[in-house]
């Protein structure tokens, strides 16, 4: 005989009038995870740099030693650029409300900061500095269209592939993984794949972050110290030219290097999810960002003040990527845009409202009790029912349901971990999608071809023709049902 289970007794509701232990000691608190949060690793890393900063200081100030002073310069200068490069792309991070962490994105800044700091930068340097003209209008003779070829091949085009080429490794394995699944098992999968235009978009910003910090912290700044300082013999007044230069270089990154980065990452992540058009959109963001940026190496030869013009364009060219980034990633998972603080004003889907027409109502007639309201779960229109095709099982998609392949014994096991609720949109009647709960990321082919992650707790809309490939050679089909 079966042993009787003792009643669930619920649980005692506590006096919320009093602060709980949780409430009193926050960093124990269970429903938070302070490791996982980006403010937690901006506020760590001013508790160690800020008491380094002071301490080195007084070296700086009271070393007799102007070389040992210098080396202590250079120091400083890079922690400080390290910092405000950081807060500038933690800000546009949490911008973009992104559903990926952060520390993603640090692949792109760490992966740039290894190519500038190593010999693998010096291929970049013989394609474009030496068997293409990157090297002329250097000279005191050199005229604006000089200048711009130059810079164009020698800044532009070399600068902007080497901040692109963790972006592009990241496309190449994720395109990769839609014939090879096996790929997406790999530990580094989730740190270097792209999903689309918004993930692109912020590699790019943090490649071009990455990029400021070694070239302003290593290159520029120590460079003005030297010369200053030589010229005048002052080191003092080398360090405050430094501190001068400092300041214009990393402030101006957000729409100087992150700008041009953040540019050709977004039409890298279009790709991904564009397949057709793949070299043609990689093509157009590369030459964009180069254009730009050599424009902006250029112009002053004509006049200062066009600078201001090709700042602004940095600047529009940034934020409108990072917006259309974020219409597309919430568009394609089936919801609503969100556009607090933002131009993206609506959904260009959204069905239009009928106009009001005048003609006076019908003559009033009896009234005859309703129907029995049926029973059958929404679809997508009322004559058509969704279902999940998977190699001839077929799963009713209804919204409010759940689906669990781990429980359907025909997959004889292979569905283990793919588990997914089935949400209705939050503002468009009869649509419904698809919400990854399970335990690793999907991906689907939607009806024009395009490729689309779904990433766990991310949404897919349903539609018949979409393809979802759930890992372990499932593959479903959403179908209709008339």
């Not at 405050?240 to 540019?263: E, K, T």
Request: aromatic share 10%; hydrophobic share 50%.
């Amino acid at each position: 005989m079966a042993k009787k289970k003792k009643p669930v007794m619920p649980t005692v509701p506590r006096d919320h009038d009093e602060a709980s232990f949780s409430e009193l000691v926050p960093f124990r608190s269970k429903n938070i995870k302070i490791f996982k949060s980006p403010l937690f690793l901006l506020t760590i890393l001013l508790a160690i740099g800020v008491p380094f900063l002071f301490a080195a200081m007084g070296g700086v100030l009271g070393n007799p030693d102007a070389q040992q002073r210098f080396g202590t310069l250079v120091t400083i200068n890079l922690v400080i650029c390290f910092f405000v490069v950081m807060l500038f792309q933690l800000m546009i991070f949490f911008y973009s409300r992104t559903s990926r962490p952060i520390w993603t994105y640090m692949f792109p800044f760490a992966a740039v900061c290894v190519i500038m700091m190593t010999p693998l930068i010096t291929p970049y340097f013989f394609v474009f500095r030496t068997i293409l003209p990157g090297n002329i209008g250097s000279g005191p003779n050199a005229n604006f269209i000089m200048t711009f070829i130059g810079m164009f091949f020698g800044a532009g085009l070399m600068e902007e592939l080497l901040k692109a080429t963790p972006i592009l490794f990241g496309a190449w394995w994720t395109l990769k993984a839609d014939t090879k699944p096996s790929l997406k098992e790999n530990i580094f999968w989730k740190v270097i794949h792209v999903r689309g235009p918004l993930d692109g978009a912020l590699m790019g910003i943090f490649a071009g972050g990455a990029f400021t910090f070694i070239e302003t912290g290593t290159q520029y700044v120590p460079n003005m110290v030297q010369s200053i300082a030589k010229e005048t013999g002052d080191l003092s007044l080398g360090m405050a030219g430094g501190l001068l230069l400092l300041m214009p270089r990393v402030l101006g990154s957000l729409v100087g290097h992150m700008a041009y980065a953040g540019i050709a990452g977004y039409f890298i992540g279009l790709a991904v999810i564009r397949p057709k058009q793949m070299w043609k959109l990689m093509a157009i963001g590369w030459l964009a960002a180069s254009i730009i940026h050599a424009l902006w190496n250029s112009v002053s030869d004509i006049s200062p003040m066009l600078q201001y013009v090709i700042a602004g364009i940095s600047a529009v060219g940034l934020v409108a990527a990072i917006l259309k980034a974020r219409h597309i990633e919430a568009k394609d998972a089936g919801r609503t845009a969100e556009s607090f603080g933002s131009i993206v004003v609506g959904d260009d889907d959204k069905p239009k409202e009928r106009p009001v027409t005048t003609a006076p109502p019908p003559p009033a007639q009896a009234k005859v009790a309703p129907a029995p309201a049926p029973t059958a779960a929404p679809a997508v229109n009322k004559e058509e029912i969704l279902m999940l095709d998977i190699e001839g099982l077929q799963i009713p998609l209804r919204a409010n349901s759940v689906i669990d392949l781990g429980n359907e014994p025909a997959l004889d096991g292979r569905g283990a971990g793919v588990a997914g609720s089935i949400v209705p949109h939050p503002t468009r009647e009869n649509v419904i999608g698809l919400r990854n709960s399970g335990a690793a990321a999907w991906s689907a082919t939607l009806r024009d071809g395009s490729k689309q992650m779904i990433e766990i707790n991310q949404n897919i809309r349903l539609a018949p023709g979409v393809t979802i490939d759930f890992g372990s050679n499932l593959i479903g089909t959403v179908v209709g049902l008339g």
